[in-house]
């Protein structure tokens, strides 16, 4: 069992003032059997008033506007949660795929978790596969070997990919972030015909020197009818432990994005996120980032060039 003092700290900056910001946000942590949030406080600029309700997945969701002119924006999530997996490892089950036949029958969702993107390398993937042997082998055997199999054929590289990068770039490159990571498993593991769900959230330092400690970090969620949803971790190559702090789960990342919005006016906006860990013996850890945002279209940049001109005139 494991208490954390998370903070997570959005900071988006523009160069000059924009108006009417509208927002969604995905930073409320999970109350599940093994994780309890003990408090939580959640601070944003000129505080708007936050509507809260559930999405499809049963995450929380809030929803604000920022309606006055403002040239930076900070949305500040608090929490003090409780995590306590009793299993490290999941417990023997011969579940196959084919087992599985009857409780997708009876839920939709189920069904939509288990459906695979269209990707154009598609092959690569049925490739992988194929070398794992997987019709023969328990949906826990499948999973845990294309877990093994991203960990040990990807390289863990920051910064040369984005929240945009699909996961045909990811196969070709082979390098990236647990996010990517994370995609590629869910096309792995969807092929085969396993549920599976990506989860956003934290993996909180403990010098075990775990790659993505400290951040926002991504895993996946594999359904089996007798234990539930079982996480994995392909950016480390384990299944989730007391230090993966759970806060949405979806299809892909677009699902569990913790923020995400538009606003009125053209400005160059640039995005920070600071995650700070505390722990009960009062040990703290923070890491800062700064978010590659989507590039702008041509079209954009000849309007954004032409308003920092007109700025710079006034000056």
């Known amino acids: 069992m494991a208490v954390f003092k998370i903070v997570h700290i959005t900071k988006y900056q523009y160069n000059w003032p924009i108006k009417e910001s509208i927002n969604e946000i995905r930073l409320f942590p999970h109350h599940f059997d093994n994780q309890d949030v003990l408090q939580y406080q959640l601070l944003i600029t000129q505080s708007p008033i936050v509507e809260i309700s559930r999405d499809y997945y049963g995450n929380r969701v809030g929803n604000f506007n920022n309606l006055e002119a403002h040239e930076e924006m900070t949305i500040e999530s608090r929490m003090l949660v409780r995590v306590n997996h009793s299993l490290k490892i999941p417990e023997i089950d011969s579940t ?24 154009l390398k598609q092959k690569k993937i049925d490739l992988i596969l194929k ?10 055997a499948i999973a845990q070997e294309c877990n093994d199999y991203i960990f040990k054929n990807f390289t863990y590289t920051k910064g040369i990919t984005n929240i945009e990068t699909t996961v045909d770039e990811i196969l070709e490159i082979r390098k990236g972030v647990c996010q990517d ?4 498993l869910l096309q792995l593991l969807r092929s085969a015909g396993i549920p599976a769900r990506y989860v956003s959230g934290y993996i909180c330092p ?15 969620e594999i359904y089996t009818p007798t ?57 703290q850890f923070e890491e800062i980032n700064d978010v590659q945002l989507q590039e702008v279209t041509m079209e954009e940049q000849v309007q954004l060039d032409y308003i920092e001109q007109l700025h710079q005139q006034q000056q």
């Open 227 to 283: 234990q539930g949803w079982l996480g994995l971790d392909p950016t480390n190559n384990i299944w989730t432990m007391d230090n993966h702090v759970k806060l949405s789960v979806g299809r892909n990342f677009s699902d569990c994005t913790p923020v995400k919005g538009t606003f009125k006016g053209f400005a160059r906006q640039t995005l920070s996120v600071c995650v700070s860990i505390g722990y009960e013996d009062g040990r």
């Open 181 to 184: 990571f994370a995609h590629v």
């Open 96 to 119: 196959t795929v084919q087992d599985l036949a009857s409780e997708k029958e009876n839920s939709i969702l189920l069904q939509r978790l288990s459906y695979p993107e269209t990707i």
């Open 131 to 140: 070398k794992i042997n997987s019709p023969e082998k328990s949906i826990i």
């Open 206 to 220: 403990n010098e075990s020197g775990l790659r993505g400690e400290g951040a926002t970090h991504a895993w996946v």
